[in-house]
């Protein structure tokens, strides 16, 4: 599976709890405190840290004061690089989360890899037709398939629109969680690596959907790790597949709490496929209400030739 070995983040200055985005996540919990800062500063800092100790290039990009960001840490949302030189820039659906779309950072990505042309989707925001990046997209580019779970944050007309123009094949449907909500980004209950797939694929009510999701995994080789409900909300299906620099077993990479939530079996599976890269982030996952893998922008953009 192609499999980027470079990740950009963004260390965050005004991390905090998104009334916002609230109304659709509902995993976020409200937490307060001097500490709060301090706290997610050292966890950001940490998996850096971490990140980079097994061999990924690790961008960090620091994120600015003003206008405040409550949700800059999750840079996937907003944009997504591909291997051909696009760079999509995505609709949100929180007003305050749009200005998170950096021009800086972009810019700064040109400046050391070939971006041959950026794609700005977010002007249907004026039409409430959201599409947010890879929390609303999950691609497997060895395969060129595409998986979307609609929700108030990923438009189908716009999914299909960017897979089309990516050449990918789409796969959408509508995923809940436990109480009956719709699954405000399909990152939260499934992953696709190299040769498996994590889903749970009991969100997935309406039968044919669900067979079509199951198909298309069968047909491109993976083999599927069904996770709960329950492991949903302990941020199980939120997980990247990344590829060291310097070659070798792939990695995955999850938060801590996703790791302790998955049964032993379940560990050993995804072990014959990749190396566990558990990441002590609870502060950014309970006041954010995303995990790892919401804060891991894949870099495919080729490099710049000297």
Not at 39 to 63: K, M, P, W, Y
Not at 156 to 177: M, S
Not at 205 to 228: F, K, N
Request: with cysteine; hydrophobic share 45%.
């Amino acid at each position: 599976m192609t499999l980027a070995n470079t990740v950009l983040l963004v260390r965050p200055a005004s991390f905090g709890f998104n009334a916002e985005t609230a109304v659709s996540n509902h995993y976020q919990q409200q937490m307060t405190g001097a500490s709060l800062a301090t706290q997610v500063l050292a966890e950001f800092d940490a998996a850096v840290a971490t990140l980079r100790g097994r061999g990924l290039r690790v961008l960090v990009f620091d994120d600015a004061s003003e206008p405040p960001k409550p949700d800059a840490v999750f840079p996937n949302n907003w944009f997504s690089t591909h291997a051909d030189g696009q760079l999509l820039l995505y609709p949100m659906c929180a007003p305050n989360r749009r200005a998170e779309r950096q021009p800086e950072l972009v810019a700064t990505l040109a400046r050391e890899f070939a971006v041959r042309e950026v794609v700005d989707l977010s002007g249907t925001e004026q039409d409430n037709r959201f599409l947010e990046g890879t929390g609303s997209i999950i691609f497997d580019h060895t395969h060129r398939v595409a998986y979307a779970g609609l929700s108030p944050r990923t438009d189908a007309a716009l999914f299909e629109q960017v897979v089309q123009r990516l050449g990918y094949q789409p796969v959408a449907f509508r995923a809940t969680d436990a109480q009956g909500h719709e699954i405000y980004h399909t990152n939260v209950m499934m992953c696709v690596g190299p040769g498996f797939a994590v889903v749970c694929l009991d969100s997935i009510a309406d039968a044919a959907e669900r067979a079509a999701v199951v198909a298309s995994l069968a047909a491109t080789g993976h083999e599927i790790v069904a996770i709960s409900q329950a492991q949903i909300g302990q941020f199980a299906g939120n997980m990247l597949a990344l590829a060291p620099t310097a070659g070798g077993q792939p990695l995955l990479v999850m938060s801590q709490q996703a790791h302790d939530a998955l049964a032993p079996a379940q560990r050993q599976t995804l072990g014959r496929y990749a190396e566990l890269v558990p990441l002590a982030i609870p502060t950014i996952e309970t006041v954010g209400g995303g995990s790892a893998r919401c804060m891991l922008a894949e870099i495919f953009l080729p490099t710049k030739l000297a």
